[in-house]
Every structure is written in structure tokens, then in C-alpha cells.
């Protein structure tokens, strides 16, 4: 703090004020440093190391004198002394997990579920990037000035306000099989065509899946797209008029470039939102209809780590590391971009 | 304005557009209509395959939605929603204040560094967090309480929080906090008196929106909670559906009661919602 000072001695402002201005921005950080540290930054690398460990999650209670026994052992021991409860506790418990080094990756290799899950989510990548020119078309169509457009707009934004549970029942009962019970059926018997039973099928379940989860995306988008066409310049778009541009010469060659911004943004949630998956697959198939067929990292990583064959936490961990070296390579670019916009 | 103003077409194609809009309307929320038909039928409708249909006990009007209240879980998972949420919007958005006005008022070594780390953090995929945050709330004694997952929720939040209050403080004129710092202002009280109060749009339209984001939480209230004692709506729908296996007027009934409330404060606080999402689509 000291050379702080001494290095501004012209300033205006007294000395203490310059220490007030070094340290307050600290003390400001603090608290939220701490929440984050202990909830966020901490655990990424702790998942790291437990992904080189074999745990099912429990720890071992430590007995005192008498290292390495287990419960089972003590018991007896107290038994045979004819005494409750077996050795004393000293109150500590021990981290019951085993090192396998790189063990669970080399797994991982072998397991059809993890690469069934990877491919699940290329397609969810992929798929999901429908939701930007969808968002783009509908933003297009509802850019005018008539009556009830507000309205409109916030309707055609609703199904984003939905919870990932709601939309996923939701849809779950729109495709129900039966020739006459989701109304998907109904409406496709209206045209000679179906029954289909979308989510009952190994090969179809995943699009229907990510067709439910295209309806809130969409929307996101599209509401980006609208609050991009706000700030297009009118004058930009009148002169392309006057040179004869219209259409989609015009969208192409003088709006879109100006809704570069917006487009960015969709991409980027639209990216974490496709790999992020999670609560629409568990609601609408849970994995299913056959084992893992619509699982992707995300369902697959916590079906392994918390399920009822029995937790495995560091070949869990394994999964959510990968899962997280492929999100970094986003999140890194758009790290990128950031510092650079920082930089003008 | 593009595409071109539809007044200046010629009236079929206005009347025209009039008449697309509500259709389109319909095609797009189809899917959510449904589900209101099926949660103002009769119970019998369903087990006698008529999904469509009005049987002879016509429509139920608010009768399922008054089961749902009295016939189940249902008011205990709104309320833990509710406890989850509003603490969690509290929390995180003090924090971010305070984060924001950190990083966007000061220049310091490290300030770039301490920003990009809050919004990484905020992107992770949440499995990469999960077994240790499991374990900790779990060492805590806080494994299936409210309180485990406000603590989670804050800190979580606090990541995007910061990114929005930061990019807001940024974009205040700096003149102003210049001019209380020449005035021998303390900055705690510049904190206090001046960027606070300016902040007030940012402050709604992040409690909105984590409202929202903390509402819809799914993945946390399984990993973190299984009692009805502390279930959020999100994860109670799902023992909700158990018990009501297969009567569809009752679970579209919940589901349509479950989403009620972010729905509300999204018409209710529409304009700053927007703003919040769209931080940074017009540049």
C-alpha cells in the first residue's frame, strides 16, 4: 500500500484516500470470492483428482488404537469382550477411496454407454443450432408495429419461462403413442398419416428429446433476434432500399452483419444449453427407451455417480471432467472474445 | 426497420399477416394447450382412452387444480420453492453488487483475471461440480435441507450475477464517482450513495431473473435434496407424477401449478427479464 502512495504523491486526493481506493476493491470481492471458491473453483479441481480414485461416496469411521479395523471387525471385538460397542470411535472418519490412477478413463475407452452418450451429445450440438435461424425467421415475422404485438411476442417467448420439467412432461404427453392419445398423433391422423411412438423408439427418442428442448431455445433466440432488429439502423436499411436491395439480399448483406451481436450470444447459449442437457432426457425417457440409447454426458455422468446400482463417484467424476474439457473449449473462446472486446 | 413495415403493403397482405399471426400463435404453443385441455378434464376421460373427447362428466373446470392443493404434496414443494428462491435471489444479487462495483469501478492487477474467473465458473457444466458439492452440503450437515441449496444457488449465481452487474456499473458515467472521490467521499459510501441507486434496473432484472433460473432448478434439487421436507417444486413433480400415475388431468394440473410463478413474474417484470437476457444482443 505504501508504494501505492508514494508512487502518486501529485495526486489531489490525500493519502488515505489512495489506501481506501487499493484495499476497498478487495473487501468488495471478498465475500462472493469465498462462496465461489468453495462451491465452484474448488470442487472443478476436486473432481478432478477424485476422477483418479475409485469411491462410492462414503468415508470410514477411525477407530482409536486399533487402525485398519472395520466396523464389522470392532463389533466382533466388542462382542468378544463382551462390551458395547466395539472399539472406541475417535470421531474422525476417513476418506474410503482407492487410487486407480488413470483407471476409470482407460474405461471409459471401453464402455459402449460413454460413447453412445458422446455421440448423443454431437447430435444435440448439432440439432440445437437449428433453435438460431428458427429464432431468427420468428423474430423476423413478429418485427412490426401492429396491435397486440407485445402480447404476441411475450407469448411466442413463453415457452422459454417454462421450467426444463414442465416442457419436457409436456411434450412427453404430446407425443404419448396411441393413435389417439398425444395430440401429435391426432393431428398426424388428420392426415392419413401415423400413430408414431417417437419416444418408444431406440432411433427416434433422441430427436424427440431435442425437439422439446428446441421449443424453449428457439425462443431465446428469437428474443435475441428481436432486441438485435431494435437497434438495426434505419438509415443503413434505407439506403440499401434506394440502391434496390430487398429480401434476403438485404437480410444477408446489410442486417445480419449488424446482429452480429445477438447471433454471437444465441450461439453461445445455445452451445451451453445443447450440452448441458439434462432434465428434459431424465423427464421424458430417463436414458431409455433401451439402455443409455438417449443419454448424453451429462444424464450419463450423474446416472453413474448417483444411481441405484450403486455409486461411482470417481468414474463419475471421470465423465464430468470430460465433459468439462470439451465445454472449456467454448468457454475459452468466449474468454477470448471478451478480452479482445476489452482491449478497444 | 426491417423487414419492411407491413403498413406500407397493400391490405390482403395486411389483413393477411392479421390473420397468420394468431395461427402461427397456436401452431407454437400447441403442445401447451394440450396439456390446459387435459387439466381441466375428468379422470374418467383417461381410463376410458377418451383423450380428446368431453365424456359424460364434462370438464372438470379448477377441480383438479383444487386436488392438487388438498390431495397432495404439491403446497409443500411451491413453498420449499419459494424458501430456495427468494433467499438465493437475495444472496447472490448482494453479492454481485458488490463484485460489480469491485470490478468495474477499480482498476487493480488482476481485476481482468478475477472477472473471466467468475464467468468461466458460470458456464461449467454442473456434473463437474456435482460429486464434491454433493459431499460437501453433505460434511456440512446440510444434505437435504433448503438451506443446502440456497448456499449452492448464491454461489453459483454469484458467476453470471457478476458478469451483468459489472458490464452495468462499466457503462455508468464515471464522472460521477470522480466527482464524490473529489469531494473526499468514502467509498463505501460511494458504494452506498451513488452507484447503488443507480444500479436499481440491473438489480430487477437480475432478481428476475435468477428467480426464474432458481425456480426451474432441477438438476440441484435431485442431487441435493430427496424429502418432500425440502423438495422444490421441480424435483417434487416427479414423486408428484408417481402418485398420480397415469391420471393425466392431475399431473398437468401440478405441472401448470409448478410453473405458475416464474410465468407471473415474467409478465409481471417483462421489460427488465428482457433486458437481463438479452445483455449484451445490441452492441
Redesign the interface.
Same mark, same amino acid.
Given at each position: 500500500m505504501a508504494t501505492v502512495a508514494t508512487n502518486i504523491t501529485n495526486d489531489p486526493a490525500p493519502r488515505s484516500k489512495i489506501s481506501q481506493q487499493a484495499i476497498a476493491p478487495w473487501l468488495f470481492l471478498l465475500p462472493a470470492f469465498i462462496f465461489f471458491a468453495t462451491y465452484v473453483l474448488y470442487p472443478i479441481i476436486q473432481s478432478f483428482y477424485i476422477s483418479l480414485y475409485e469411491w462410492n461416496g462414503l468415508y470410514s469411521p477411525q477407530y482409536r488404537g486399533i487402525d485398519g479395523f472395520t466396523d464389522q471387525q470392532c463389533l466382533e471385538l466388542g462382542n468378544r469382550a463382551g462390551r458395547e460397542p466395539g472399539c472406541e470411535l475417535t470421531g474422525d472418519t476417513v476418506w474410503n477411496a482407492e487410487y486407480v490412477g488413470m483407471e476409470n478413463y482407460r474405461n471409459l475407452y471401453a464402455d459402449p454407454f460413454f460413447w453412445t452418450s458422446l455421440k448423443n451429445n454431437v447430435i444435440w450440438l448439432l440439432l440445437y443450432f437449428l433453435a438460431i435461424p428458427g429464432g431468427l425467421m420468428i423474430s423476423l415475422f413478429l418485427n412490426q408495429k401492429v396491435f397486440g404485438m407485445r402480447l404476441y411476442k411475450s407469448l411466442f417467448f413463453f415457452p422459454f419461462v417454462l421450467s426444463q420439467v414442465v416442457v419436457g412432461l409436456v411434450f412427453s404427453w404430446f407425443m404419448l403413442p396411441g393413435a389417439d392419445e398425444g395430440l401429435l398423433n391426432v393431428i398426424l391422423g388428420w392426415f392419413g398419416a401415423g400413430p408414431v411412438n417417437i419416444l418408444g423408439n431406440n432411433d427416434t427418442a433422441t430427436y424427440g428429446i431435442i425437439a422439446a428442448g428446441l421449443w424453449p431455445q428457439t425462443a431465446y433466440c428469437m428474443i435475441l433476434y428481436l432486441t438485435g432488429l431494435n437497434a438495426v439502423d434505419p438509415e443503413q436499411i434505407e439506403a440499401a432500399r434506394l440502391d434496390g436491395a430487398k429480401g434476403p439480399k438485404m437480410l444477408w448483406y446489410v442486417v445480419l452483419p449488424q446482429l452480429w451481436p445477438a447471433t454471437f450470444i444465441a450461439i453461445v447459449v445455445t452451445v451451453i444449453g445443447a450440452l448441458r442437457s439434462f432434465d428434459l432426457i431424465t423427464i421424458m425417457t430417463n436414458g431409455g427407451p433401451g439402455f443409455y440409447n438417449t443419454s448424453v454426458l451429462a444424464f450419463y455422468m450423474y446416472d453413474v455417480a448417483l444411481s441405484e446400482f450403486g455409486f461411482r463417484m470417481g468414474y463419475g467424476s471421470a465423465i464430468a471432467v470430460i465433459l468439462f474439457l470439451i465445454m472449456m473449449v467454448y468457454i475459452a473462446g468466449f474468454l477470448w472474445k471478451m478480452w479482445r472486446d476489452e482491449k478497444v | 426497420?426491417? @423487414? *419492411? @413495415? =407491413?403498413?406500407q403493403y397493400s391490405a390482403p397482405v395486411r389483413i393477411g399477416?392479421?390473420l397468420l399471426?394468431p395461427f402461427?400463435?397456436l401452431v407454437?404453443? =400447441? @403442445?401447451?394447450l394440450?396439456?390446459m385441455f387435459?387439466s381441466i378434464k375428468s379422470g374418467n376421460d383417461f381410463t376410458q382412452?377418451n383423450?380428446?373427447g368431453i365424456g359424460e362428466d364434462g370438464l372438470q373446470g379448477l377441480g383438479n387444480y383444487w386436488t392438487v392443493f388438498t390431495g397432495s404434496d404439491m403446497p409443500r414443494y411451491l413453498w420449499n420453492s419459494v424458501v430456495i428462491t427468494v433467499p438465493t435471489m437475495i444472496g447472490a444479487v448482494a453479492? &454481485?453488487c458488490? %463484485?460489480g462495483?469491485?470490478?468495474g /469501478?477499480?482498476r487493480?492487477k488482476g #481485476?481482468?483475471l =478475477?472477472f473471466?474467473?467468475? +464467468?468461466?465458473?458460470n !458456464?461449467?457444466? !454442473?456434473? =463437474?461440480?456435482?460429486? @464434491? /458439492? *454433493?459431499?460437501?452440503t453433505d460434511q456440512m450437515g446440510l444434505y437435504d435441507t433448503r438451506m443446502g441449496l440456497i448456499? !449452492?444457488h $448464491?454461489? !453459483?449465481q454469484?458467476?453470471f450475477c457478476?458478469l451483468f452487474m459489472r458490464n452495468f456499473i462499466r457503462a455508468l458515467p464515471r464522472e460521477l464517482i470522480e466527482a464524490a *472521490? /473529489?469531494e473526499?467521499v &468514502?467509498?463505501?459510501r460511494i458504494?452506498w450513495y451513488v452507484v447503488l441507486p443507480l444500479m436499481r434496473p440491473a438489480i430487477a432484472a437480475l432478481c428476475v431473473l435468477i428467480f %426464474?433460473f432458481i425456480? #426451474?432448478d432441477?438438476?440441484w434439487a /435431485?442431487?441435493l435434496t430427496q424429502s418432500p421436507e425440502s423438495q422444490p417444486v %421441480?424435483a417434487g $413433480? %416427479?414423486a408428484f #407424477?408417481a402418485q398420480f400415475r397415469a391420471m393425466?388431468h392431475m399431473? &398437468?394440473a401440478g405441472? $401448470?401449478v409448478?410453473?405458475i410463478p416464474? +410465468?407471473a413474474m415474467?409478465?409481471l417484470m417483462?421489460k427488465h427479464f $428482457?433486458a437481463g437476457?438479452?445483455l449484451?444482443?445490441?452492441?
Amino acid at each position: 500500500m505504501a508504494t501505492v502512495a508514494t508512487n502518486i504523491t501529485n495526486d489531489p486526493a490525500p493519502r488515505s484516500k489512495i489506501s481506501q481506493q487499493a484495499i476497498a476493491p478487495w473487501l468488495f470481492l471478498l465475500p462472493a470470492f469465498i462462496f465461489f471458491a468453495t462451491y465452484v473453483l474448488y470442487p472443478i479441481i476436486q473432481s478432478f483428482y477424485i476422477s483418479l480414485y475409485e469411491w462410492n461416496g462414503l468415508y470410514s469411521p477411525q477407530y482409536r488404537g486399533i487402525d485398519g479395523f472395520t466396523d464389522q471387525q470392532c463389533l466382533e471385538l466388542g462382542n468378544r469382550a463382551g462390551r458395547e460397542p466395539g472399539c472406541e470411535l475417535t470421531g474422525d472418519t476417513v476418506w474410503n477411496a482407492e487410487y486407480v490412477g488413470m483407471e476409470n478413463y482407460r474405461n471409459l475407452y471401453a464402455d459402449p454407454f460413454f460413447w453412445t452418450s458422446l455421440k448423443n451429445n454431437v447430435i444435440w450440438l448439432l440439432l440445437y443450432f437449428l433453435a438460431i435461424p428458427g429464432g431468427l425467421m420468428i423474430s423476423l415475422f413478429l418485427n412490426q408495429k401492429v396491435f397486440g404485438m407485445r402480447l404476441y411476442k411475450s407469448l411466442f417467448f413463453f415457452p422459454f419461462v417454462l421450467s426444463q420439467v414442465v416442457v419436457g412432461l409436456v411434450f412427453s404427453w404430446f407425443m404419448l403413442p396411441g393413435a389417439d392419445e398425444g395430440l401429435l398423433n391426432v393431428i398426424l391422423g388428420w392426415f392419413g398419416a401415423g400413430p408414431v411412438n417417437i419416444l418408444g423408439n431406440n432411433d427416434t427418442a433422441t430427436y424427440g428429446i431435442i425437439a422439446a428442448g428446441l421449443w424453449p431455445q428457439t425462443a431465446y433466440c428469437m428474443i435475441l433476434y428481436l432486441t438485435g432488429l431494435n437497434a438495426v439502423d434505419p438509415e443503413q436499411i434505407e439506403a440499401a432500399r434506394l440502391d434496390g436491395a430487398k429480401g434476403p439480399k438485404m437480410l444477408w448483406y446489410v442486417v445480419l452483419p449488424q446482429l452480429w451481436p445477438a447471433t454471437f450470444i444465441a450461439i453461445v447459449v445455445t452451445v451451453i444449453g445443447a450440452l448441458r442437457s439434462f432434465d428434459l432426457i431424465t423427464i421424458m425417457t430417463n436414458g431409455g427407451p433401451g439402455f443409455y440409447n438417449t443419454s448424453v454426458l451429462a444424464f450419463y455422468m450423474y446416472d453413474v455417480a448417483l444411481s441405484e446400482f450403486g455409486f461411482r463417484m470417481g468414474y463419475g467424476s471421470a465423465i464430468a471432467v470430460i465433459l468439462f474439457l470439451i465445454m472449456m473449449v467454448y468457454i475459452a473462446g468466449f474468454l477470448w472474445k471478451m478480452w479482445r472486446d476489452e482491449k478497444v | 426497420m426491417f @423487414p *419492411r @413495415p =407491413i403498413e406500407q403493403y397493400s391490405a390482403p397482405v395486411r389483413i393477411g399477416y392479421q390473420l397468420l399471426l394468431p395461427f402461427m400463435l397456436l401452431v407454437w404453443l =400447441i @403442445p401447451l394447450l394440450a396439456v390446459m385441455f387435459f387439466s381441466i378434464k375428468s379422470g374418467n376421460d383417461f381410463t376410458q382412452g377418451n383423450y380428446w373427447g368431453i365424456g359424460e362428466d364434462g370438464l372438470q373446470g379448477l377441480g383438479n387444480y383444487w386436488t392438487v392443493f388438498t390431495g397432495s404434496d404439491m403446497p409443500r414443494y411451491l413453498w420449499n420453492s419459494v424458501v430456495i428462491t427468494v433467499p438465493t435471489m437475495i444472496g447472490a444479487v448482494a453479492l &454481485s453488487c458488490m %463484485t460489480g462495483f469491485a470490478l468495474g /469501478v477499480y482498476r487493480f492487477k488482476g #481485476n481482468l483475471l =478475477i472477472f473471466f474467473m467468475f +464467468v468461466a465458473g458460470n !458456464f461449467v457444466p !454442473f456434473q =463437474i461440480l456435482m460429486v @464434491p /458439492v *454433493r459431499d460437501l452440503t453433505d460434511q456440512m450437515g446440510l444434505y437435504d435441507t433448503r438451506m443446502g441449496l440456497i448456499l !449452492f444457488h $448464491i454461489a !453459483f449465481q454469484t458467476g453470471f450475477c457478476t458478469l451483468f452487474m459489472r458490464n452495468f456499473i462499466r457503462a455508468l458515467p464515471r464522472e460521477l464517482i470522480e466527482a464524490a *472521490r /473529489v469531494e473526499g467521499v &468514502s467509498e463505501y459510501r460511494i458504494f452506498w450513495y451513488v452507484v447503488l441507486p443507480l444500479m436499481r434496473p440491473a438489480i430487477a432484472a437480475l432478481c428476475v431473473l435468477i428467480f %426464474t433460473f432458481i425456480w #426451474n432448478d432441477f438438476f440441484w434439487a /435431485v442431487v441435493l435434496t430427496q424429502s418432500p421436507e425440502s423438495q422444490p417444486v %421441480t424435483a417434487g $413433480i %416427479t414423486a408428484f #407424477n408417481a402418485q398420480f400415475r397415469a391420471m393425466y388431468h392431475m399431473m &398437468s394440473a401440478g405441472s $401448470i401449478v409448478a410453473a405458475i410463478p416464474p +410465468v407471473a413474474m415474467f409478465f409481471l417484470m417483462q421489460k427488465h427479464f $428482457i433486458a437481463g437476457l438479452t445483455l449484451g444482443a445490441v452492441k
